[in-house]
């Protein structure tokens, strides 16, 4: 655990470890799929299990947004537009732990991301380029349905994910240019915080929750792209 470098902050645990696993996982499939897809060719059937690894991790994250530890929980960060604007002027109320776990900036940034990884996969799956490429539930719906899919997941989805991939990596520098770390935290998953602020459960007992639950989420998405 490292040291907190106020005397008057101690290490709180903020993030817990299936939330950090699921981070840079999370990461490193999305790179993983952009690349391939961008690579085309042999490297398409790569492209679509770095895909279902994606919907994988997503179906986790929604349910551990409600079982995971407390800075996990999307009720921890789902705030509202006056929550927001507070949060713009400087102006938090006593209690209001804006800068524990998601800020409400984040959170927009968070739930944006989600979102639209959500669209590309949906359409993904049913998407079909008319050369080589189809997704596993194309079956399922009619031919216009599959290429407005496929238009959508080629373009529009492509961008706008790596948009926000791009705005999230410039808001991490943008911290870190403040020296305000957000890296190091979703490494040890620990921030230098008044002693009085909860942390997150993250013990053996809740890990081996979250590994039967991405389990399940694995067995499930297996079953349906077979």
Known sequence: MPLAA????????????PTRLFHWALAASVIGSVVSAKIGGNAMPWHFRFGYVV??????????GFAGGRWSRFSSFAYGPTALWRYLRGTPRPGEHFD???????????????????????TGLIADDEIANVGPLNRHVAV??????????????????LTLVLLHVAAVLVYLLRRH?????????DKP????????ADTLATRLFAA?????????????VA
Do not use: E
């Open 6 to 17: 106020d005397p008057s902050t101690t290490a709180v645990r903020v993030w817990d470890l």
């Open 55 to 64: 919907l994988t991790l997503l179906a986790f994250r929604l349910l551990w």
């Open 100 to 122: 524990v776990g998601h800020s409400p900036l984040g959170a927009l940034s968070v739930f944006a991301m989600l979102v639209a990884l959500a669209a590309q996969l949906g």
């Open 144 to 161: 216009d349905t599959g290429l407005a899919a496929t238009a959508y997941h080629k373009s529009v989805g492509q961008a706008l994910v």
């Open 181 to 189: 770390n957000l890296i190091a935290p979703m490494i040890h998953g």
């Open 193 to 200: 915080l008044p002693p009085l602020v909860p942390g997150s």
């Open 212 to 224: 039967v639950l991405l389990a399940g989420c694995a067995v499930v998405v297996r079953h349906l």
